[in-house]
DNA sequence: CCCTATGCTGAACATTCGTTCAGCTGGCTG
DNA sequence: CAGCCAGCTGAACGAATGTTCAGCATAGGG
C-alpha cells in the first residue's frame, strides 16, 4: 500500500504523458491543456499521445479513471475493519496526506469535484455517506448530540475537514497562510475542532449569520 | 435599489453582447466560451463583439466588473448603519435573493471564485473581513463565545453560509436537493443553525472526523 | 536471415479560434 | 441637402487546435 502515483519502473512514455496530461490539467484545466503542451511537458511528438490514448478526451478519461481509482485504493481500505467511527478520520488523515505527497493531486481533484464532473459528484456523494454513518455511530455511543438533520450536518463536516482542499486558494487568499505549510492545516484543524466541541452561539435563536 | 441586472432600456446591442458572454462563461467557463457563440446567442456578429469591447478578454473583464459592481452595489449599503451585528446575516440573506432571481449569477460567482481570479479572491476575502467583524461585535455582545482563532472560524461561518452557492452542484447531489427550491435553502440554514448553537460534540477531546 | 509488430516521428490535414478591415447603413448635425 | 459619424456586417487573415498518415527505427520470433 503506497501512496505513490509512480513507481519507478513506470516511466514509459505511456506513463509520462499521462503524468504531463494530469500536471497540465491540475494547472490549467481540461480546455487550456493541449495535445502539443501534454507532448512536450512528456518529452514527445504530439502524434505518440493520439497513438496511445486515441483522442484528447481518451487522455482525459484515462487520467480520471486512473485518479479516482488511485484514491479508492487508499482510502477504501481504511473504511472496512476496526473501529467504524475512526474511519473517516482515518480516512480524512489519508487524503491529507496523499495531497501533501503528491504535487498538484489537490489542485486536480478541486478541479474535479468542481467542473462537475460525475466522477467527482460520485465520489462527494460516497463521502457524505461515510461521513453521515460515522455521525450516525457517535450518536449512538453518545459521542454527539442527536441531528434533527443528521445529513445535512454530516456534509457540513465533511466541507470543513475538505476545506482547505476544497478552497483552498480560497482560504489561503483569506487567511494569509499556505496550506503546504503543516502548520496551516493544524490552525485550521483546532479551529474547526473548536467550532465544534464549543457551540459558538450558546444562546436561544436560529440567528446565524 | 434594485436587484435587477438590466432595466428594459438596457437592451442595446452591447447589453445584449454582455448578458450574452455572462450566461456563456457562467455555463461553460472563460476559455469554453468563443466570441462567435457570444455573437450568435447576441444576435449580432463577431466583429461587433470585438468592436464594442476590444477583444474577447475586454468582454470577459467587462463582465467581471459589472458583475463585482453589482455584488457591491447590493450588498455593500447593507454594511452601514444600523446595527452591525445584523449587517453579515443582511448581506448573506441578499446574496440569497441575488442568486435566485438573476439566472446564473450563482454558477458565475462560483466560476469567479473557484477558478482563482483576483477579483474572486479579493472579494472573498472581504466578505472574510467582514464575517471576522462581526463576530468579533458578537462576542462583545456576549452574544457568541470567544474565539481562539477568530478569523478562522469566521471563515467557517462563511463557508458554510455561502456552500448552497459555492458548492451548489457537490451539495445538490450529495444530499438530493434542488437549491432552486426556496425549501433546500432552508433545510441548509436549520442545520447550519443547530450545528452552531448547539456543540456537535459536547465532550472534550479534539477529536474530530 | 527475413519479417513482422511495436514504438515513435515529421509533415500535413481540416477546422476553429481571435482579430482585422473595407465598406454598408441610417439618423443626426451643420 | 450635404456631410458625417456611430453602429454594424461579411469576408478574410494568420495562428493554433485535434487528428491523420506514411514511414522510420528497432527488437524479437520464425
Known amino acids: 500500500m503506497s501512496t505513490q502515483l509512480t513507481g519507478p519502473e513506470d516511466l514509459t512514455a505511456k506513463a509520462r504523458i499521462r503524468g504531463a496530461a494530469f500536471a497540465l490539467v491540475a494547472e490549467r484545466g481540461v480546455h487550456a491543456t493541449t495535445v502539443r503542451a501534454i507532448a512536450q511537458r512528456a518529452g514527445v511528438s504530439p502524434a505518440l499521445v493520439i497513438h496511445h490514448f486515441g483522442s484528447k478526451q481518451g487522455v482525459v478519461d484515462a487520467i480520471s479513471t486512473w485518479i479516482v481509482e488511485y484514491l479508492h485504493r487508499n482510502t477504501r481500505e481504511l473504511d472496512r475493519g476496526g473501529d467504524p467511527a475512526q474511519a473517516l478520520q482515518r480516512r480524512l488523515v489519508r487524503f491529507e496526506r496523499m495531497v501533501a505527497e503528491v504535487p498538484l493531486l489537490g489542485a486536480y481533484v478541486r478541479r474535479m469535484l468542481l467542473d462537475g464532473q460525475p466522477d467527482g459528484l460520485d465520489w462527494f456523494r460516497r463521502a457524505v ?75 436561544a435563536a436560529a440567528d446565524t449569520p
Chains 1, 2 share one sequence.
Do not use: C, N, Q
Not at 460515522?134 to 453518545?142: F, T, Y
Not at 466541507?159 to 497562510?177: N, Q, W, Y
Open 129 to 203: 455517506d461515510l461521513s453521515a454513518e460515522e455521525l450516525a455511530h457517535r450518536e449512538r455511543m453518545g459521542k454527539a448530540r442527536p441531528s434533527t438533520d443528521l445529513r445535512s450536518e454530516a456534509a457540513m463536516l465533511l466541507i470543513l475537514g475538505f476545506a482547505p482542499v476544497l478552497l483552498g486558494p480560497l482560504l489561503e487568499h483569506a487567511l494569509d497562510v499556505d496550506f503546504d505549510d503543516e502548520r496551516s492545516w493544524t490552525r485550521w484543524r483546532d479551529a474547526e475542532s473548536e467550532l465544534l466541541t464549543s457551540a459558538l452561539y450558546p444562546g
